[in-house]
C-alpha cells in the first residue's frame, strides 16, 4: 500500500495557523512503531528539504528534526514561502521518499490538542529553586556523553510523578517538541521514544492560579535540570520538594548544584541577568562546557544543596552546618542545616557563602584546574 497524505487538512490547518509552522505526524503502517520509522522519516524530510531548496533556492520551506512519540513521527513544516504550491510540493516529495524505501505511512495534521500556557507570567517572579544535574556516563553518542537508556526507564517514571501540581496542565517534552499530556500519560509517552536522539527530554506540570511549576528535564552532554515554583509556598518548601526528587536521580549523578535560577529556563549562565551577579569561576567553566567529566571530584560552589560523591567527601571532611543523606551509589545530598541564608536573597549571604567556600575550597572548580 502506499503511503497518503492528508493535503486538504494540512492546508486548511496552515490557513488557521495564519502562515506559523505547519505541525504534521506520520503515522506508521501496522506492525511498525514511530521508533523504528523515525530513520527513514528523517531521510525523506531531508529528501523533500533538498528538493524544495533547488525549487526556491533563495527561501525555500524545510522541516524541523522529527521526533518518536506514541503518536507517530511528529515534526513541523517551517520556513521558506510556505505557499500553498510548496506545501504541496514538498508533501509529495516526502511521500515519494518514504514509499522509496518501502514505508506506508500516513501523512495528517497535528492540531495541538490544547494551546500550551503563556510562561511570561512566570518570569515577573522571583528566581525559584533549581537543580543542575551532571549525571555519570562511560557512554558517548556521536562523540557526545549521554545517559544510559537503562538510567532514563528507571528516573523518567518517578520524575513524571515528582512534576504533578494541583490543577496543572502536564507537558511532555521530546527533543524540540511539546506535547500535552496527562499525569496517567506522562511516564508512558517518555518512556515510548527510548532511545532518543538528541537525548533531550522533560516533563512539566503547570498551574496558571496560583502559579504553579515543577519540571524535570534531560538534556546534551547527560546533564539535566529540576525545578519547583510555588507562589503560595516558601522557598524552603521548595527547596525540599527539589530535594525529593535529587533523592530519585542522586545515585546517577557524579554531581549536582542547587540555587536560585531563571523561571523555566533556569541555567548556570543566567547569574548576570537573573541573580545580579558575575559568573563564578565554576559557573563559568561549566557554562563553557569544558567541566565534564570531572564533576565526579570537583564542585562548581558553594550551595545550599548538592549531590556530592564519596571522592568529594573524602576531600573535604565533613561539613559544618549541613545535613548529609546517603543516596545510594556512594552519593550523598548535602543540605544546609538552616537554608534561609542562602536562599532569602537572590543570592546567599556573603559570611555564609565564604565560609561553605572555605570548606570545598580543596575542591572548587577554577579556570587553572588543567581539565
Excluded at 151 to 166: D, G, N, Q, T, Y
Excluded at 185 to 212: M, T
Excluded at 259 to 273: F, H, I, K, L, W
Excluded at 297 to 326: I, K
Aim: hydrophobic letters at 45%; glycine letters at 8%.
Amino acid at each position: 500500500m502506499a503511503s497518503r497524505v492528508d493535503i486538504e487538512g494540512l492546508l486548511s490547518l496552515g490557513a488557521v495557523l495564519g502562515g506559523g509552522p505547519l505541525p504534521f505526524v506520520v503515522r506508521p503502517p501496522r506492525g511498525l512503531t514511530a521508533r523504528e520509522m523515525l530513520a527513514d522519516v528523517r531521510t525523506a524530510a531531508a529528501v523533500a528539504d533538498a528538493l524544495a531548496c533547488e525549487r526556491v533556492p533563495a527561501d525555500p520551506t524545510s522541516a524541523t528534526e522529527a521526533d518518536a512519540t506514541s503518536r507517530g513521527v511528529v515534526a513541523e513544516l517551517a520556513e521558506g514561502t510556505m505557499a500553498e504550491e510548496e506545501v504541496r510540493a514538498w508533501f509529495a516529495d516526502l511521500i515519494a521518499a518514504l514509499d522509496a524505501v518501502g514505508v506506508s505511512a500516513r501523512v495528517e495534521p497535528r492540531p495541538p490538542s490544547k494551546r500550551l500556557p503563556d510562561l511570561y507570567p512566570w518570569l515577573s517572579m522571583p528566581p525559584p529553586v533549581t537543580a543542575f544535574l551532571h549525571f555519570a556516563s562511560d557512554q558517548e553518542r556521536d562523540g557526545l556523553p549521554v545517559i544510559s537508556d537503562d538510567v532514563l526507564r528507571e528516573i523518567l517514571p518517578h520524575l513524571a510523578s515528582w512534576v504533578h501540581v494541583a490543577a496543572g496542565m502536564t507537558v511532555v517534552e521530546t527533543g524540540l517538541t511539546d506535547t500535552v499530556s496527562t499525569a496517567a500519560r506522562a511516564a508512558d509517552e517518555l518512556l515510548s521514544v527510548l532511545p532518543v536522539d538528541p537525548q533531550q527530554l522533560g516533563v512539566s506540570c503547570i498551574a496558571l492560579e496560583p502559579r504553579r511549576q515543577r519540571y524535570a528535564r534531560v538534556d546534551l552532554n547527560a546533564t539535566g535540570a529540576l525545578q519547583a515554583l510555588d507562589e503560595t509556598s516558601s522557598l524552603t518548601t521548595d527547596l525540599a520538594a527539589v530535594c525529593e526528587a535529587l533523592n530519585i536521580v542522586g545515585p546517577y549523578l557524579d554531581y549536582a548544584a542547587v540555587r536560585r535560577a531563571q523561571p523555566t529556563t533556569g541555567s548556570y549562565g543566567d547569574a548576570v541577568d537573573c541573580l545580579g551577579r558575575d559568573l563564578s569561576p565554576g559557573e563559568q567553566v561549566v557554562h563553557d562546557g569544558r567541566a565534564h567529566g570531572i564533576l565526579d571530584r570537583y564542585v562548581v560552589d558553594a550551595w545550599v544543596a548538592q549531590v556530592l560523591t564519596e571522592r568529594h567527601l573524602d576531600e573535604v571532611g565533613a561539613p559544618d552546618g549541613f545535613d548529609v543523606t546517603e543516596l545510594g551509589n556512594r552519593r550523598y545530598l548535602v543540605v544546609a542545616a538552616d537554608p534561609e541564608p542562602w536562599l532569602t536573597g537572590t543570592n546567599p549571604e556573603p559570611s555564609v557563602w565564604e565560609n561553605a567556600r572555605t570548606w570545598l575550597a580543596p575542591v572548587l572548580l577554577t579556570p587553572g584546574i588543567h581539565l
